[in-house]
């Protein structure tokens, strides 16, 4: 078995960043992911032959500002970059099935947003 998993830094292509928080807000993630350069470039064949995408149920990420509740915290600011799925996990097992036993292959993924609790005691 060979697994990539990591920051491939691929995007979200041919959506505005207020479609992009309509979509995520609504929970439209097969939408959104039909939007997604990697998605679309495996699709293709043009990169990672043969490996296949542990099955995302979250949704794009984004740089968080802080002091910001709920989808007002997206990146506001100049750049005001699209939430994507930088994060990834590819795979690829050759090993041949067994007649006998259906082989499973169980990948779990899970994914938290650390957000930082400062406490002050006075």
């Not at 149920?57 to 799925?85: C, M, N, V």
């Amino acid at each position: 078995m060979i697994v990539f998993l990591g920051d491939f830094n691929y995007r979200l292509d041919g959506i505005s960043y207020d479609e992009a928080r309509d979509f995520i807000f609504q929970r439209s993630f097969d939408w959104l992911r039909e939007k997604d350069e990697l998605h679309i470039e495996i699709k293709a064949g043009t990169v990672f032959q043969g490996m296949r995408e542990v099955v995302i149920t979250f949704p794009p990420t984004y740089k968080f500002e802080r002091h910001q509740p709920g989808l007002a915290g997206y990146d506001s600011g100049e750049k005001k970059r699209i939430p994507a799925w930088c994060d990834r996990v590819l795979y690829r097992d050759n090993r041949p099935d067994s007649s006998e036993r259906k082989r499973r292959i169980m990948v779990t993924c899970s994914w938290v947003h650390h957000i930082m609790i400062i406490l002050m005691y006075h």
